[in-house]
Nanobody, 126 residues
């Protein structure tokens, strides 16, 4: 079955950086758009960024545009989220997910994604 395992979270001061990784198995990785979502305490899970199956297209939430970069290494079945200029508002559990449909692009809505990882906590102190 599909398994997504996130890593790289931690505690960082405002203005700092973190790089999250999501290792995927049990799927044809190169056929799926991959995405990062996050959920802050007391809030709904929200879209952060996505990268198309080819890596040729990327999509970002307005709140992270210009600060976060999503990338993928298809040889390693891994998707990354480089987070720079972190803010306390970025504090959340970050989840990796894959699009439910092969070769789909452009989705940002949570129902379009499945096979969620367990999440990795990111805490940004002020």
């Amino acid at each position: 079955q599909v398994q997504l395992v996130e890593s790289g979270g931690g505690l960082v001061q405002a203005g700092g950086s973190l790089r999250l990784s999501c290792a995927a198995s049990g799927l044809t990785f190169t056929s799926y758009t991959m995405a990062w979502f996050r959920q802050a305490p007391g809030k709904e899970r929200e879209f952060v960024a996505a990268i198309s199956w080819s890596g040729g297209s990327t999509y970002y939430a307005d709140a992270v545009k210009g600060r976060f970069t999503i990338s993928r290494d298809n040889a390693k079945n891994t998707v990354y989220l480089q987070m720079n200029s972190l803010k306390p508002a970025d504090t959340a559990v970050y989840y990796c997910a894959k699009d439910k449909l092969q070769l789909a692009v452009g989705n940002r809505n949570e129902p379009a994604f499945g096979s969620w990882g367990q999440g990795t906590q990111v805490t940004v102190s002020s």
